[in-house]
């Protein structure tokens, strides 16, 4: 099958005649809807955006190409730093394309699935986005209609990109109601059930059960059956645990109240009490996969009045802990990384997909992957010293890791200045390669000489650049390893198992996402979910693969 076929009939290269521009078809984004999303890049100046394609054939009734329409017209007419940006639209006889910003750090949703909570901190500098962007949406008269965690994209700077407007409306009077029963399930506002008309307020009820599936790790309403979840809805009924702060849960009760009405306006939710908490002006990376780490004499700075705790003590400023051990993230607590059930949890998919006796394809169609699951850390490199030192590896972000012989581990973040040490207990300290306790002499050494011998022998890399909000990070680090005469086995602490293979195939396991990623002889870098491979099959290279990971995570569970 042709890579044409593929794709569906999607051209390689696409052309807009208005502008006289060519693009060229690159990554497969996801699908959604009667839309294909792949990168696209302009020929002329090399420059990437996210190029949405619907297919004419999806287009036959008048209604259908109405909503396009709208959708396109809406879009086109905003302009705001936390909005996808709209850049431009063409067709030919097969699709209609639509140019957007790329955002390429995905979707919130992603972020929610691995760190389910987050801190109160990171939230807030969310909110503050979400806020910003919506806000002018309403001065424009526009209701989204369909704000979730999945429709706000993140950038390079994990700042808020709301998009996908294909459900948006535009108020053309004041008092006006829309009638039309649009939404997804966890997030649609009660009104809109209960066919009553809506206005601005869906979208504040949206924003709540965003909120509070950011504090809590899942959403006010959910269940396991729709009918319930919308009963749920209409009754207003949801609770909101104890852990996180007065200020958060009086914000998160005024947008989800019943009455749209006595819903707060977007600019009067941006004073509110909890948004005067302490915000990072920026945040790191590593926020998408591992908890941060605040300095806890700064955020008491700007911790919400009421909730400022009096017994507070000092500590120096070079003592840093993470967000939850400053008492700020509240519903986020971290649970401590238990390597066993990760396991269990990879076992029992692994079983599953198995079970399922999955077809043998030869070929790989882009519309079975899942981009968006793609793991964002991985070990790319590693060398085994276990001999005499320990095990050292360097991360896809080129991060540098060693786990010494009596299970402690260092490691230095891509800026080859700030390191973290993790103890046998797994606690964490933090310091600079510059400045750290003489105890850890050492190590530090040994460190340097891994980090030396994989930059100059094993892989080449660009320079990096130390970021101010570095001091924020928590990368993951290595939790354990084993090596067979098949190849490696890499765990690390947020969930991801890796499997190198003496073939030079890997393979790439996150519980979290249930997904695996398959790197071939080729070097190809494919995402399935489970689910897919259950119902559509997998390559005969990767089926090896996966009954081989189950064998040997189940030998590790058993001894």
Sequence with gaps: MSREEDAGQIPEVMYDSNTRTQYKRGRFFGKGGFAKCYEITNVQNNLSFAGKIVSKKLMAKQNQKEKMTLEIEIHQSLNHKNIVRFYNFFEDQSNIYIVLELCRKKSMMELHKRRKAISEPETRFYMKQLLSGVNYLHSNKIIHRDLKLGNLFLNDDLHVKIGDFGLAAKIEYDGERKKTLCGTPNYIAPEILNKKGHSFEVDIWSIGCIMYTLLIGRPPFETSSLKETYSKIKKCDYKICTSISLSAKQMIMMMLQGEPKSRPKVYELAKHEFMAGYCPSSLPVSCLTMAPRFDKADVSIRKPLL????????????KMHDSIAAGLAAGAQPQAFDARDNFEQLRIMLLKVLKTKPARNQKFLDEMTDPQA???????????????????????????GVMFNDTTKLIMLPNGLNVHYVDRNGEESYMTVDNYPKQYDKKMKLLSYFSRYMREHLIKTGAFIAKENDSMSRTPHLHQWCRSTSGVLMQLNNGTVQMNFGDHTKIIMCPLMAAITYIDEDKSFRTFRFSTIEQNGCSMGLYEKM?????KISVLLSS
Excluded at 547 to 551: I, K, S, T
Aim: hydrophobic share 25%; no cysteine.
């Design 307 to 318: 909730e400022i705790n009096h017994g507070d003590t000092g500590v120096s400023p070079h």
């Design 374 to 400: 793609q793991p964002m850390i991985w070990v790319s490199k590693w060398v085994d010293y276990s001999d005499k030192y320990g095990f050292g590896y360097q991360l896809s972000d080129e991060g540098v």
């Design 547 to 551: 009954r081989y990971a189950y064998d």
